[in-house]
């Protein structure tokens, strides 16, 4: 079992810049690729980046491409996310997931542990 606990979520205003958080305890945090997902109010569940158990290789959603970078590490058993230039678009509910393999994926259901969210607010 792996547990996650998100943080960071605030409300902001457009332009601005957060940093969420991940911690994991449980298995062997490295082990496992690591994802982040959204869900806004009224819609689906969406991808937004993901990276690689050793953080060589990463996956950005189009959307978020050049404003959010995803890192983690090891040592601390932490994973982020951070989000620059926020849009009022990126207003949502923000998923923490480690997946059950090493290599990155869009897919929800490569992702057998899930945090319990927080939540980002972006006002224009």
């Known amino acids: 079992q792996v547990q996650l606990v998100e943080s960071g979520g605030g409300l902001v205003q457009a332009g601005d810049s957060l940093r969420l958080s991940c911690a994991a305890s449980?298995?062997?945090?490295?082990?496992?690729?690591m994802g982040w997902f959204r869900q806004a109010p009224g819609q689906e569940r969406e991808f937004v980046a993901a990276?690689?158990?050793?953080?060589?290789?990463?996956d950005y959603d189009d959307s978020v491409r050049g404003r959010f970078t995803i890192s983690r590490d090891n040592a601390k058993n932490t994973v982020f996310l951070q989000m620059n230039s926020l849009k009022p678009e990126d207003t949502a509910v923000y998923y923490c997931?480690?997946?059950?393999?090493?290599?990155?994926?869009?897919?929800?259901?490569?992702?057998?542990?899930w945090g319990q969210g927080t939540r980002v607010t972006v006002s224009s």
């Open positions: 990276i690689s158990w050793l953080g060589g290789n990463t």
């Open positions: 449980g298995r062997t945090f490295s082990s496992y690729a």
């Open positions: 997931a480690a997946s059950g393999s090493r290599r990155v994926s869009r897919a929800s259901y490569e992702y057998a542990y």
